[in-house]
């Protein structure tokens, strides 16, 4: 079990910029979310995939945001024309199908906008 | 929105001395997971209690869930210095597809 991953872990860039992060879940997992989480704050649900079929978008996913899972395996999250409030921590959790499954979360890709 | 309140917000605790955390939510949930996060970090998974469970253990851990009062605990018995941490209470809501709310968390420091 070699646990969720997440590149890259820090991002830096500039206001208008679009960065794009990648998420690998655990292999047999089948549902995939991505949380932010900003300073002194708990993590906040943004959408979640069930295999390659994105379920359920939270209203903090603005336009800007996009988020697919391709061959239901890894999956990305684009921030498009960055700004500063997009500044936090981007978590990915992995779980197996079904009510009552621990989410596994990564590490987080911290990012920075100037 | 954020559906968790833990409390205390902030707990400094002596090596070996038992911390205890509360957590409330306000709708009816499907189970209840506490986390904890390094400054810094991901969230490690400590324990998962179900709504028709009113208490599990692992290891120094001890969790209890009332689902009456819509409040669960946590209690960190010995604890280390290894234990500082920010700790999170996140619930699965009945019906909302296994997304996870979470409170704002509690931070941890045990001194040695």
Known sequence: DTGVSQNPRHKITKRGQNVTFRCDPISEHNRLYWYRQTLGQGPEFLTYFQNEAQLEKSRLLSDRFSAERPKGSFSTLEIQRTEQGDSAMYLCASSRTGGGKTQYFGPGTRLLVL | SQQGEEDPQALSIQEGENATMNCSYKTSINNLQWYRQNS??????????????????????????????????????????????????????????????????ITLSVRP
Not at chain 2, 50 to 59: C, I, L, P, V, Y
Not at chain 2, 61 to 72: E, G, P
Not at chain 2, 84 to 92: E, L, N, Q
């Open chain 2, 40 to 105: 810094g970090r991901g969230l490690v998974h400590l324990i998962l209690i179900r709504s028709n469970e009113r208490e599990k253990h692992s290891g120094r851990l001890r969790v209890t869930l009332d689902t009456s009062k819509k409040s669960s605990s946590l209690l960190i018995t010995a604890s280390r210095a290894a234990d500082t941490a920010s700790y999170f209470c996140a619930t699965d809501r009945t019906g909302a597809n296994s997304k996870l709310t979470f409170g704002k968390g």
